[in-house]
């Protein structure tokens, strides 16, 4: 079958992800930076020996760099959308820190917002994940 060349549902899905990606990436390492402090849990400073500030830093340059191999690289799609997803499940754990604590940070300042955020976890390692498996 030959392969279709354009716009397709999964390659919109992927800029969108892409984007999304970048954003919040930048949103860590400059205007949120300080906020988001808050949601790192204590126990992942001394598992990873560095503070706070830090792994807001590498979240972020993380999300900006899947974000961007995910538009530069496309040979590698796939294995930034397992990249992705699992970046996703490993942020988890500071979501369900900021729920339990009860500690706004950027666009998360009430409780609803903290315990509806745990849900979008799934969808955002689902849309990663389906985004990414077209050739």
């Given at each position: ?45 001394r598992l990873l020996h ?86």
């Amino acid at each position: 079958m030959p392969r279709r060349r354009g716009l397709t549902v999964r390659s919109a899905a992927r800029g969108v992800l892409a984007l999304l990606l970048v954003a919040a990436g930048v949103g860590h390492l400059t205007w949120g930076r300080r906020g988001y402090r808050i949601v790192v849990p204590g126990w992942a400073t001394r598992l990873l020996h560095t503070d706070k500030d830090a792994i807001v830093v590498a979240s972020g340059a993380a999300e900006v760099l899947l974000g961007v191999g995910l538009i530069a690289l496309p040979r590698e799609r796939r294995r930034l959308g397992a990249a992705i997803a699992a970046f996703f499940v490993a942020v988890f754990p500071g979501n369900v820190h900021q729920w339990r604590t009860g500690r706004s940070a950027p666009g998360l300042n009430t409780d609803l917002a903290r315990f509806l955020r745990l849900f979008l976890q799934v969808p955002l390692v689902a849309w990663a994940w389906w985004a990414t498996r077209e050739r």
